[in-house]
Structures are given as C-alpha cells and as structure tokens.
C-alpha cells in the first residue's frame, strides 16, 4: 500500500532546523523512482478529473511532485519562491513559520483571473507557506481548487488555517 511505503521512506530528523522539531525527511522518497513514480500515479488518479488549470508548487520541495504532475495532467506549472529568486515582476506575501518568519513571491503573470490551481507542497505543519500561496493566488484573481501534501502534520492544525480558502485538503501521510 503507497502509505505504507511512503511513511517508511519518511525519516526523522531530530532537533532540524532548531532544537525541539522533529523534521519529516522526504529525501530518501527521490533515492527511489518506482515509489516516486507511484506518487505521481496516485496523484494524478486523485486530480484527473478535477477541472484544475494549474499546480502551484511551493519553493523547493513542492516542486518535486507538483511538477511531475502538472506535466502529467497537461497544465501550467507555477513557480512559489522565496524572496529574491524570481527575475520578473512578482507579487510577494509574509507569514510566519513555525520556527520563525518567511517571504514568498510569485510571477504576477502566472495565474490568470478565475484560473483554478492547486496549491501542492511536501508537508502541511502550521500552515504558513500554503496560506500566504493561497493569498498569492487570490491576489492574482485565481481560485483555490484544492491544497495537497504529501505529508500532514495534524498535531499542529495547519489546515484550520486553510480552510478559509476551501475545504479540498487532501495529504497521502498523516502524523
């Protein structure tokens, strides 16, 4: 069963990035392509029929499978990066973390108004990262089609934060 297989490639990492978190390592998952692969599989089961017109991948490990399977389902791909690393003119929101504070920014030209996209990232913990994207994407005129993770975090309760966007929350592991 993929949760099976996920949940024991997943390592944990002790006190990174600071003393007291326990980080949910995705990394062995990329030293193994057929379970890399049976995750696009799944994901792409789980959206092909949903009427998305974009992925929006958070910066970085949001890119590894939310790449994949927008070239899977044939739709734009966009780019969620810190601050300072995209070369046009960009949008940018703040939001906290749960072990300090952030910036990211997006094209203003990636999402066109009332264009779907699905926000995808690795892990849900406080949900911070994916609601300052959803913000992005709202600026833009987008709409929230869903948000997907690989992993959740629930003791956190980061999809609370979400919800004000919409209530497609979906993630293949939870803790």
């Known amino acids: 069963m993929l949760i099976d297989k996920v949940k024991e490639a997943i390592r944990d990492v002790k006190d990174f990035p600071k003393k007291g978190i326990v980080f949910k390592d995705i990394t062995p998952i990329m030293l193994d392509a057929k379970l890399s692969n049976e995750i696009v599989e799944h994901l792409f089961q789980m959206y092909k029929d949903e009427k998305i017109e974009g992925i929006a991948g958070i910066e970085s490990r949001?890119?590894?499978f939310g790449y994949p399977l927008a070239m899977r389902l044939g739709i734009?791909?966009?780019l969620i990066r810190k601050?300072?690393?995209l070369p046009y003119d960009?949008?940018?929101h703040s939001y906290d973390l749960e072990y300090g504070s952030a910036e990211i920014e997006m094209h203003t030209d990636a999402v066109k108004k009332g264009q779907r996209?699905?926000?995808h990232d690795d892990l849900l913990a406080t949900g911070g990262s994916a609601q300052a994207a959803a913000s992005l994407i709202t600026k833009?005129?987008?709409e929230l089609a869903g948000f997907n993770f690989l992993?959740?975090?629930d003791f956190?309760?980061?999809k609370s934060k979400l919800e004000q966007f919409t209530t497609n929350i979906e993630s293949i592991i939870h803790y």
């Open 62 to 64: 949001g890119f590894l």
């Open 76 to 78: 734009p791909f966009i």
């Open 83 to 85: 601050k300072g690393k």
């Open 90 to 92: 960009k949008i940018h």
């Open 117 to 119: 996209i699905l926000i």
């Open 140 to 142: 833009c005129g987008g």
């Open 151 to 153: 992993v959740s975090l």
């Open 156 to 158: 956190l309760n980061g």
